[in-house]
């Protein structure tokens, strides 16, 4: 006898579900899908514990006869495609015939349907197998209970993340829904609370604004563009509003939503030197190609696509974003910084979820900037003032070895690698002395040169004074808790809907770290104390900066948090390149140095300096020959 043999269907269903059904999330993505390529204009998503306990999906799109319902749950069956040529020309959401298969194999499912035109039905489905059948009232539309999900593989629970976080997905997939098509009334609850109502009247920016809050979006503009292949449009921010990673931007295809990192670069590229390094823009692009042009049989989720003539899209989109910024009037009116003054800036109580989805969005108002880096000199006066400096010798580092880089690296605003920083900082102090420094110059306004009796020593003074400022940030933040700065005027930050629902989670973490911080309305928080060694001027910059380092790392702790806010401070307060120095402050950096418990790398691990010895140099200048060059002359 073989050892071969067939699977069963309930097996290979469910082996199928371990790639489309990944968690609670996918399976109201599949069913929305479905719903969204059915005609709907209204549909109602309810959920209990994050979808694990409960999926509830009713739509009023055109429904399924009896005999299509009861076929509807087998594998690799479909209405939406009946050729191979067909599979290149694909314009619905769903065409595999995978997903109802998958998730009735994977839960318990009642399935109730209506053409409207004749009596219902109601199939009740355990294990892929219809187990009652009854026949229901003429409603048209469709309605999904999707009950106790991987009751049946119990393993596959094991990989479930926190109910916030399986929430927080769920809401991210509605709400791209929401954006892709305005069209549509979508309403989400989760455990009889409501999360997200848009109206469906087909305007975008009202969508945008239910997503983001009404706030952020009077700063989008819109943007349109086209060639004989591609039609752009949508909405993207000003370059003031911004975030620290892409996670605000949603991208789709024939109203497909998909992750493509030459549309994101494209995007990016279209605000030219607008953005600051490391942010990125709130935006929302809707792309309409030929569906010959767009392979969406590449992935099993179908968020990845191939994409034909990739770069001459890139090219229509950044005309179109660049186009859109230009003309914008570019000035932040700093008057908003004096918003405690104007009335109708104040503090308000939060209005109901219709009336802010209603709001008639006006003119887009500008954001003041974040506040300039201070220069070295106010800083370095403010911060050591009083200390002697004269000429004698100073402190410098220790011999680094020389870096080669193919090119000059400057530093980011990247919030993963701050994270991944903050994970590998060694707090140990070293304990070689430095050895003693005469500063002489500076070259490009980028580099200090200094010397002593063993030879030449280059600084790179970014570095330098990011290793400094490190180190004392990193003192003043492990103090959190014991001095607190309480607020006049709270500050109101909106994040989007799956923000909002992730970070509702980690108030006990956002506290702990020295921020007061409450919930105030619809995907609004209000900030009413802060540690107090957050500048002033810098509150709401520095608070939103330390919140996107809790919404990137589902496990951070206040420690990391800590060290990875430590770094993130110290590369944003320190001087740049092509910035010249005065003697004094030249001098006043390397006394800093020289008191860094590791003053040989900056956070980032890059060398502070580099040391040419004596014998280096004489090497250079071919005052000193190579023993083994001058034995091989004696051969010669």
């Known amino acids: ?83 191979p040529e067909q599979l290149f020309r694909i314009r619905t959401l769903g065409f595999r015939g995978e997903a109802l298969a998958s998730i009735t194999a994977v839960s318990k499912v009642t399935l109730t349907t209506s053409t409207g035109e004749e009596s219902g039905v109601e199939l009740k489905i355990e294990s892929g197998e219809i187990k009652e059948e009854k026949t229901v009232p003429p409603l048209k539309g469709t ?115 998909i992750r493509n990192m030459a549309i994101a670069k ?27 042009l767009v392979d969406v049989n590449v992935h099993p989720t179908k968020q990845e696509v191939r994409i034909s003539k990739e770069q001459e899209l890139s090219q229509v989109i950044q005309k179109a974003i660049r186009e859109a910024i230009q003309g914008v009037q570019r000035i932040p009116e700093s008057i908003e910084d004096l918003s405690f003054k104007r009335k109708e800036n104040r503090v308000e109580a939060p209005k109901p979820v219709q009336q802010t989805l209603e709001w008639q969005l006006k003119t887009p108002i500008v954001e003041s900037p974040r506040v300039e880096t201070p220069s070295y000199t106010e800083t370095v006066r403010e911060e050591v003032e009083g200390l002697p400096v004269d000429d004698a010798p100073l402190k410098a580092s220790q011999a680094v070895e020389p870096v080669e880089q193919e090119e000059l690296v400057d530093s980011h605003d990247d919030h993963a690698d701050y994270l991944k920083l903050a994970e590998k900082i060694d707090s140990q102090p070293f304990e070689k002395e430095f050895p003693e420094l005469h500063y002489f110059g500076q070259m490009h ?59 509702e989670e980690r108030l006990p973490l956002v506290e702990e770290f020295g921020i007061e911080m409450e919930p105030f309305g619809q995907n609004t928080f209000q900030i009413q104390s802060h540690p107090a060694w957050i500048k002033k001027g810098q509150e709401k910059a520095i608070i939103e900066e330390i919140i996107d380092f809790i919404l990137a790392d589902e496990k951070i702790t206040v420690a990391k948090l800590r060290e990875a806010t430590a770094i993130m401070m110290s590369c944003k307060g320190s001087i740049k390149a092509n910035h010249h120095l005065s003697e004094w402050e030249a001098r006043q950096l390397l006394v800093d140095l020289a008191k860094c418990k590791n003053p040989y790398n900056c956070p980032h691990g890059r060398p502070v300096l580099v040391h040419l010895t004596n ?22």
């Open 615 to 636: 014998k280096d140099l004489e090497h250079l200048f071919k005052r000193i020959q190579d023993p083994h060059q001058s034995k091989r002359q004696q051969f010669e």
């Open 266 to 292: 494209a995007i990016t590229l279209g605000y030219g030197s607008t953005l600051m390094v490391g942010r990125f823009p709130i935006t929302i692009i809707s792309i309409e190609m030929d569906v010959q």
């Open 445 to 503: 306004g980028t580099y200090l040169f200094a010397q002593n009796e063993k030879g030449l020593y280059m600084i790179d003074q970014h570095a330098a004074q990011e290793r400094i400022k490190y180190e004392q940030f990193k003192v003043e933040i492990g103090q959190v808790g014991r001095v607190s700065q309480p607020l006049m005027v709270p500050i109101l930050l909106e994040f989007s809907k799956k923000d909002s629902v992730k970070l």
């Open 1 to 83: 006898m073989g050892t071969i043999k067939e699977l069963s269907t309930l097996l290979t269903n469910q082996i199928a579900a371990g790639e489309v059904i990944e968690r609670p999330s996918s399976v109201v993505k599949e069913l929305l899908e479905n719903a969204i390529d059915a005609g709907s204009t209204r549909i109602e998503i309810e959920i209990e514990e994050s979808g694990l306990r409960k999926i509830r999906i009713q739509d009023n799109g055109i429904g399924m006869t009896k005999e299509d319902a009861r076929m509807s749950i087998k594998r690799h069956t479909t209405s939406k495609l009946y050729s």
């Open 143 to 257: 309605t999904f209970l999707v009950e106790d999900l991987f009751y049946n593989t119990p393993a596959r629970l094991k990989f479930v993340r926190t109910l916030q976080t399986e929430l927080a997905h769920i809401t991210d997939v509605v709400s791209k829904a929401s954006l892709s098509h305005p069209e549509i009334a979508f309403i989400l609850k989760n455990d009889g609370n409501l999360l997200l109502q848009t109206s469906g009247k087909g305007d975008l920016l009202q969508a945008v604004a239910g997503n983001i809050g009404p706030v952020n979006a009077r700063k989008m503009l819109p943007f349109y563009g086209e060639d004989e292949d591609f039609k752009v449009s949508g909405y993207t921010s000003l370059p003031e509003l911004t975030r620290s990673n892409r996670n605000y931007l949603s991208i789709f295809i024939n109203g497909r939503p």
